[in-house]
């Protein structure tokens, strides 16, 4: 099956930390990332959507400069959260999928905690 | 974006079937209906999803009615690891279409009674 690796798992920081998250595709080559955020008995939100070697496309509201993402290869792509603050504590879920009319997988999700 | 429309919770006895209803009234012809779940703190994990002929795979069968404005999700044997949030979603083909996004609704908060 296919597996999305997410990494780590939770980060607890100090306010004005830039935070790194990883999302890697284990066992596909994913053309297409997302990156979601859900805050506590929400449902997701759609933040961007990065294809392999372009500029990500932000969902509206979405800050590109504070949540920085890069998709430099088919397996790998990374959330910054830049100069976090407590507003930014959050579930963040990376998702990965290999064509566009496949489904898509997710990771286990990201805990972010800002103090 | 056409929308859904979802039970907020649902129970359920474990072993028994499991039918998650969901109405999607303004489906376009060419929206696929997808199903997702997300067990506490974790990711969703795909589900299933069809077209207009109901689907079946190990994880569960989806039955679509026959105007496509509403479908059914069915756990055949529901196990206290079924518990979860299932959303019901239909692909976005819009806006030049190459992204096809998934949007997530609140979806049906399912429980299993031992």
């Known amino acids: 099956g296919a597996v999305v690796s997410q990494h780590p798992s939770r980060v607890i920081c100090k306010s004005g930390t830039s935070v790194k998250i990883e999302c890697r595709s284990l066992d596909f080559q994913a053309t297409t990332m997302f990156w979601y955020r859900q805050f506590p008995k929400q449902s997701l939100m759609l933040m961007a959507t990065s294809n392999e070697g372009s500029k990500a496309t932000y969902e509206q509201g979405v800050e590109k400069d504070k949540f920085l993402i890069n998709h430099a290869s088919l397996t790998l792509s990374t959330l910054t959260v830049t100069s976090a603050h407590p507003e930014d504590s959050s579930f963040y879920i990376c998702?990965?999928?290999?064509?566009?009319?496949?489904?898509?997988?997710f990771g286990d999700g990201t805990r972010l905690s800002i103090l | 974006d056409a929308k859904t429309t979802q039970p907020n919770s649902m129970e359920s006895n474990e072993e028994e079937p499991v039918h998650l209803p969901c109405n999607h009234s303004t489906i376009s012809g060419t929206d696929y209906i997808h199903w997702y779940r997300q067990l506490p703190s974790q990711g969703p994990e795909y589900v299933i999803h069809?077209?207009?002929s109901n689907v079946n795979n190990r994880m569960a069968s989806l039955a679509i009615a026959e105007d496509r404005k509403s479908s059914t999700l069915i756990l055949h044997r529901a196990t206290l690891r079924d518990a979860a949030v299932y959303y019901c979603i239909l692909r976005d083909v819009t806006g030049g279409g190459s992204n096809y996004k998934l949007t997530f609704g609140k979806g049906t908060l399912l429980t299993v009674n031992p």
């Open positions: 998702s990965a999928r290999r064509q566009v009319n496949q489904p898509q997988h």
């Open positions: 069809g077209l207009t």
